[in-house]
């Protein structure tokens, strides 16, 4: 997501902490950063390790040699880095600049440019360049939307949903991954595999094939969903946060689809 221009900021909920300016000291502590990680956020908190991904409506960004990230909303722009610093001041609005905008304060400066950016420690791709200076030191990382992937070869995606419903706990992980023209994966009971073709838009799966171990009996009704959707013609689709949806069935059932959130 773009930062938001100051005549479009929304009104923040009352979880909103407005207050002074303030450069906050954090006991120095070992951080252990999952690029790999999206995690949940509201936009008027600040919660997220360096290195992870908020949802909501703020606009985020992160860095690595230092691992860094800052999240702009309507009000506050807050740094945080893995050396346990935590800059939080109020938002001063965005200056133009070439291709992008600047947040200028006495602590901090971002500066935005738009363009694809590479986060330099895997294969996902931003909407944004980003450069930040703070403390005397210029920090350069990617930030805004999450881009779709050029391909699918070489991913590995957590299963968020099966038509809406959030994947049974059972004995792995809920995942698929693509490697070459090869899908597999499974919810955590039997283990599926097949071979796959993507145009980019939609997703075929075929010669579809499965182990066939006894486990829970939901568990196992969510498994023959998720092998039955895949068999489809699937539509796909990515949100601004890089998750794919994968859309198949009819007007009938606005729910079949499976959710996908990267994992690597």
């Known amino acids: 997501m773009q930062p938001l221009p100051p005549q479009s900021w929304p009104t923040m909920s009352s979880t909103s902490k407005v207050g002074r300016d303030t450069v906050q ?3 120095r502590r070992t951080l252990l ?11 008027a908190r600040f919660t997220t390790p360096p290195g992870e991904v908020p949802t909501g409506e703020a606009w985020f960004a992160l860095g690595t040699e230092p691992f860094w990230n800052v999240e702009i909303t309507a009000t506050r ?19 133009p600049s070439i291709n992008g905008e600047r947040y200028v304060t006495p602590q901090i400066t971002v500066d935005v440019t738009r363009g694809t950016c590479r986060d330099g ?3 996902r791709r ?21 881009l779709p992937p050029t391909h699918l070869d070489g991913t590995s995606w957590r299963i968020i949903s099966i038509e809406g419903v959030a994947p049974l706990a059972g004995s792995g992980p809920a995942t698929l991954q693509f490697a070459g023209n090869r899908i597999s994966g499974g919810v955590g009971c039997n283990h599926m595999g097949g071979a796959f073709t993507s145009d980019g838009v939609r997703l075929s799966v075929t ?14 009704a969510q498994e023959t969903r998720l ?21 198949g069935g009819t007007n009938a059932n606005p729910n079949a689809q499976i959710v996908l959130e990267r994992i690597d």
């Open 25 to 27: 000291p954090m006991k």
């Open 33 to 43: 950063i999952a690029l790999s990680a999206l995690a949940l956020t509201g936009c």
């Open 77 to 95: 722009i807050v740094y945080h880095d893995a050396e346990g610093r935590r800059i939080s001041v109020t938002n001063p609005g965005a200056r």
């Open 121 to 123: 420690m895997s294969d």
């Open 126 to 146: 931003y909407a944004d360049t980003v450069m930040v200076e703070t403390g005397g030191r210029t920090l350069h990382g990617c930030g805004g939307r999450v």
């Open 207 to 220: 010669q579809l094939v499965s182990t066939q171990m006894a486990c829970e009996s939901a568990l196992m």
């Open 227 to 247: 092998s039955e959707l895949l068999g489809q013609s699937l539509a796909m689709r990515f949100d601004g946060r890089g998750r794919l949806m994968l859309v």
